[in-house]
């Protein structure tokens, strides 16, 4: 009987030890996951630095006319960078957003495949969500101005790729960031959105600029005020037709046919009709667009 009873006793406490020892494991096991996914989703600063600062700058300097930029541009630009950081740098994110900033200005030439081979040598294994933020950050910073270049665009995906995500990824990334635009999370979106049109109004009117410059130049020996033609009769149909959209005669000074497009786009511009219902709103927006083409036409064949 006491041989029965010390045999218990020693199974029980056999069982006992075996939880606990299983317990200490398991719980130190999960402070070691913990630590690892925290150090991989927020870098070191000494080691990831120079590479994701340089595919940010790298989108940054693929900005039209960035050196003629407002701050308020640069401001979001910085803006969106501090977001960012703070999600994969913690504590070192003022001091990566600070150096990300200081290189806004400054003209630097980015080389896209040393960069291309840096991003693939150091972030290929990051897990998901730290690649996600960085693409998701460079989407934000080529929309800063209004709109995405396609330079731009050719640059995330290629970075994307370096990352060793599918094409497929980087689209639902691209997804993502734009819920996360439509939420509020880069500023008000309507005011985004005004940015858009303006980028698209100031982008007509850059091609328009250079068809003019280059026509310019072409006719830089001749009497080119005499070469203008003057009278419909002489204009093709689609010029005929691009002079009417903007009411004016084919006589009509450079000066003239600016003035005229811009007093047109202010009276059609979408946002005057947000309260009239998405038909008026899409009838002002074609309208806008056949203006802005219109005056592409003219400019052209001057």
Known sequence: MAALLIALIIFGLYIYLKDTIKSDTNDSYEESSKTQSSSNFQSSTFYFEDVVVDVFIAVVKLTPDLHVLGN??????REYALKTFKKIDGSAANTRTDHFASRINPKEQIKVKELQKKVSDKLKYYDFQYKKEILICMWSLAYADGQATLDQQKLISI???????????CNKIETMFWQRMKAGKFGDYKEFEKRRNKWFE????????????KKRKENSNTNYSNSRK???????????KAYSVLGIEPSASIDEIKNQKKKLLKRYHPDLFA???EEMIKKATKKAQSINHAYEIIIRNL
């Open 72 to 77: 308020g541009v640069k401001e979001r630009m």
């Open 159 to 169: 970075i994307g790729k370096a990352m060793g995500l599918p094409y497929t990824t």
């Open 202 to 213: 100031d982008e007509a009117e850059r091609k328009a600029e250079k068809e003019f410059e």
């Open 230 to 240: 003057t009278n419909h009769s002489n204009l093709s149909p689609e010029l005929q």
């Open 275 to 277: 309260n009239q219902g």
